[in-house]
Protein backbone atom coordinates (compact mmCIF):
# COMPACT_ATOMS: atom_id res chain seq x y z
CA UNK A 1 0.00 0.00 0.00
CA UNK A 2 1.15 3.53 -0.87
CA UNK A 3 0.29 6.69 1.57
CA UNK A 4 1.36 9.95 1.18
CA UNK A 5 -0.45 13.42 1.98
CA UNK A 6 -0.24 16.10 -0.99
CA UNK A 7 1.15 18.23 1.35
CA UNK A 8 4.88 15.84 2.01
CA UNK A 9 4.96 15.63 -1.63
CA UNK A 10 7.26 18.70 -3.31
CA UNK A 11 6.11 20.73 -6.48
CA UNK A 12 8.25 20.22 -9.34
CA UNK A 13 8.52 22.83 -12.23
CA UNK A 14 6.72 21.51 -15.56
CA UNK A 15 8.24 23.54 -18.32
CA UNK A 16 7.67 20.22 -21.17
CA UNK A 17 6.90 22.14 -24.66
CA UNK A 18 4.84 25.48 -23.80
CA UNK A 19 3.84 25.22 -20.69
CA UNK A 20 4.68 28.12 -18.75
CA UNK A 21 4.04 29.07 -14.84
CA UNK A 22 3.30 25.21 -14.03
CA UNK A 23 3.93 23.55 -11.07
CA UNK A 24 2.94 19.73 -10.79
CA UNK A 25 3.48 16.77 -7.97
CA UNK A 26 3.18 13.25 -8.71
CA UNK A 27 1.58 11.36 -6.39
CA UNK A 28 1.06 7.84 -7.60
CA UNK A 29 3.19 6.67 -10.15
CA UNK A 30 4.64 3.81 -11.62
CA UNK A 31 7.46 4.10 -8.95
CA UNK A 32 5.17 3.38 -6.51
CA UNK A 33 4.45 0.22 -8.17
CA UNK A 34 1.09 1.18 -9.94
CA UNK A 35 0.81 -0.47 -13.16
CA UNK A 36 -2.14 1.37 -14.18
CA UNK A 37 -2.62 4.53 -12.46
CA UNK A 38 -0.91 7.89 -12.11
CA UNK A 39 -2.42 11.11 -9.91
CA UNK A 40 -1.00 14.30 -10.56
CA UNK A 41 -1.14 17.57 -8.44
CA UNK A 42 -1.41 20.83 -10.99
CA UNK A 43 -1.40 24.26 -9.66
CA UNK A 44 -1.23 26.83 -12.51
CA UNK A 45 -0.58 30.35 -11.80
CA UNK A 46 -2.71 33.49 -13.56
CA UNK A 47 -2.04 33.24 -17.12
CA UNK A 48 -0.07 30.07 -16.99
CA UNK A 49 -0.62 26.90 -19.43
CA UNK A 50 0.34 23.29 -19.79
CA UNK A 51 1.44 22.41 -23.44
CA UNK A 52 -1.35 21.13 -25.78
CA UNK A 53 -1.30 17.32 -25.85
CA UNK A 54 -2.77 14.32 -26.80
CA UNK A 55 -2.53 11.05 -25.13
CA UNK A 56 -3.06 7.62 -25.91
CA UNK A 57 -4.70 7.37 -22.19
CA UNK A 58 -7.41 9.17 -20.73
CA UNK A 59 -7.78 11.73 -17.53
CA UNK A 60 -10.13 12.73 -14.98
CA UNK A 61 -9.35 15.89 -13.60
CA UNK A 62 -11.09 17.54 -10.49
CA UNK A 63 -10.77 20.95 -10.62
CA UNK A 64 -10.13 22.08 -6.57
CA UNK A 65 -9.23 25.89 -6.76
CA UNK A 66 -9.73 28.90 -9.16
CA UNK A 67 -10.87 28.95 -12.54
CA UNK A 68 -9.89 28.33 -16.01
CA UNK A 69 -9.92 27.13 -19.99
CA UNK A 70 -9.53 23.98 -21.52
CA UNK A 71 -9.19 24.20 -24.62
CA UNK A 72 -9.79 21.38 -26.89
CA UNK A 73 -10.57 20.77 -30.90
CA UNK A 74 -14.59 18.96 -32.12
CA UNK A 75 -12.56 17.63 -35.40
CA UNK A 76 -10.68 20.72 -36.33
CA UNK A 77 -12.79 23.28 -34.92
CA UNK A 78 -11.21 24.61 -31.66
CA UNK A 79 -13.45 24.47 -28.68
CA UNK A 80 -12.98 26.14 -25.17
CA UNK A 81 -14.64 24.87 -21.86
CA UNK A 82 -14.59 27.83 -18.70
CA UNK A 83 -13.99 25.52 -15.73
CA UNK A 84 -13.98 26.03 -12.26
CA UNK A 85 -13.48 25.13 -8.82
CA UNK A 86 -16.18 21.76 -8.54
CA UNK A 87 -16.16 20.87 -11.96
CA UNK A 88 -14.65 17.37 -13.10
CA UNK A 89 -13.64 17.31 -16.74
CA UNK A 90 -13.20 13.42 -18.05
CA UNK A 91 -10.42 13.23 -21.24
CA UNK A 92 -10.71 10.51 -23.36
CA UNK A 93 -7.90 9.02 -24.51
CA UNK A 94 -6.47 10.87 -27.86
CA UNK A 95 -8.54 14.02 -27.30
CA UNK A 96 -6.59 17.16 -27.57
CA UNK A 97 -6.22 19.52 -24.20
CA UNK A 98 -4.68 22.08 -22.57
CA UNK A 99 -5.38 23.80 -19.24
CA UNK A 100 -5.16 27.48 -19.04
CA UNK A 101 -5.45 29.55 -16.08
CA UNK A 102 -7.52 32.51 -17.31
CA UNK A 103 -8.56 33.67 -14.02
CA UNK A 104 -6.83 35.91 -11.07
CA UNK A 105 -5.92 33.48 -8.85
CA UNK A 106 -3.91 29.94 -8.97
CA UNK A 107 -5.79 27.17 -10.88
CA UNK A 108 -5.41 23.98 -9.19
CA UNK A 109 -6.53 20.26 -9.75
CA UNK A 110 -5.66 16.67 -9.48
CA UNK A 111 -4.91 14.62 -12.75
CA UNK A 112 -6.40 11.28 -12.85
CA UNK A 113 -5.40 8.92 -15.68
CA UNK A 114 -4.17 5.78 -16.49
CA UNK A 115 -0.91 4.70 -17.89
CA UNK A 116 -2.10 2.81 -21.22
Known amino acids: ?30 K ?4 LFRLR ?7 GQTPFD ?13 RGTVLSKDGETPRLYQVKQGDVIYIRSREPHQFINTGGEKLEFYCFSTTH
Do not use: W
Not at 54 to 66: A, M, N, T
Open 54 to 66: IHDYEHVVIVVRG
Open 41 to 47: YYCIEPQ
Open 32 to 35: DGSK
Open 1 to 30: MHVVNTADVLFEQFSERVAKNTLRKTLVSD
